[in-house]
């Protein structure tokens, strides 16, 4: 998730995750990744 993050603040990024409770977070626009500088984004 976290490269996903970062590689998608230049490029179209498709993830897939089988945790349904992280992918309604991505879904609702949230981070799944504790990170500071992810967060001022």
């Known amino acids: ?7 998608a603040q230049q490029y179209s990024v498709t993830l ?3 945790d349904p409770t ?5 879904n609702a626009g949230e981070s799944t990744v504790v990170d ?4 001022t984004f």
């Open 16 to 18: 897939l995750d089988i």
């Open 22 to 26: 992280r992918v309604a977070l991505v």
């Open 1 to 7: 998730m976290s490269l996903g993050v970062l590689l």
């Open 36 to 39: 500071p500088e992810i967060t």
